[in-house]
């Protein structure tokens, strides 16, 4: 089996075979609209911009499994992405990506490229961490999705090449993603500017208890979460 092999809805309806991006350097991400890390849609449509014309594609896959930060209806979410973050990569139907359902895109992902854990040295990790312990523990089992915006880089021959947590952001992919893209045999391509971004994960803001808040591309992004929209198993 490879990425290959799956098949998934877009946001608009149509049903594509992953096979569609053979050749392609991708990045697949769990997305959500009300998120402390919606921010990083900026991001990723940055990324998406600088290497779309180098076979680059995003593949964004929104989800309310997560305090359910996803509640619209994927017009609502396609026209938010736009208005709000001018997102033109691929986005797709709303799904489950953890519990008893999840796409099996998902689940292969999840199996091949392993949760390493958090950093706890780093801020932004050790809150999310913190976080999920005492909210969503059951979130912090296996090797399932942690929270909304983990991301996936996949090599041209469909291959899992690393795992990214929510709280990486996604210029800090940019090296990896250039890794494979072999920008040093591709003069025309501009090395993104790297001097305006925290890549360290150092910069925080802190709540109290159930509204975390972090720091999302120089602004305070509130987490606030609602038991009552949580989905149960």
């Not at 809805?9 to 919606?38: H, M, P, R, W």
């Not at 690393?162 to 990486?168: A, G, H, I, L, W």
């Amino acid at each position: 089996m490879s990425i290959y092999d799956y098949k998934a809805i877009t946001i608009d309806g149509d049903e594509v075979s992953l096979e569609q991006y053979k050749g392609k350097i991708l990045v697949i991400v769990n997305t959500a609209s009300k998120c402390g890390f919606t921010p990083q849609y900026e991001g990723l449509e940055n990324l998406y911009e600088q290497y779309k014309d180098k076979d680059f594609e995003i593949l964004g896959f929104p989800s309310n499994q997560f305090a359910g930060q996803e509640p619209g209806e994927n017009d609502e979410i396609k026209d938010f992405c736009l208005i709000n973050y001018g997102v033109s990569f691929q986005l797709f139907k709303k799904s489950d990506v953890i519990g008893k359902n999840p796409h099996p895109l998902f689940s292969y992902l999840t199996a091949k490229a392993t949760f390493k854990g958090f950093d706890l040295k780093q801020p932004n990790d050790k809150k999310l961490y913190e976080m999920l312990k005492k909210r969503f523990p059951e979130f912090l089992k296996g090797n399932s999705i942690k929270w909304n915006f983990t991301k996936f880089l996949i090599d041209r021959d469909g291959r899992i090449v690393k795992r990214y947590e929510p709280t990486t952001e996604p210029f800090a992919m940019s090296k990896d993603i250039e890794k494979l893209l072999d920008v040093s045999k591709h003069n025309d391509i501009p090395v993104m500017d790297k001097s305006e971004t925290d890549v360290n994960n150092k910069k925080i803001y802190t709540g109290d208890d159930d509204e975390e808040v972090l720091n999302c591309e120089g602004k305070p992004c509130n987490f606030v979460y609602d038991d009552k929209t949580i989905e149960k198993e």
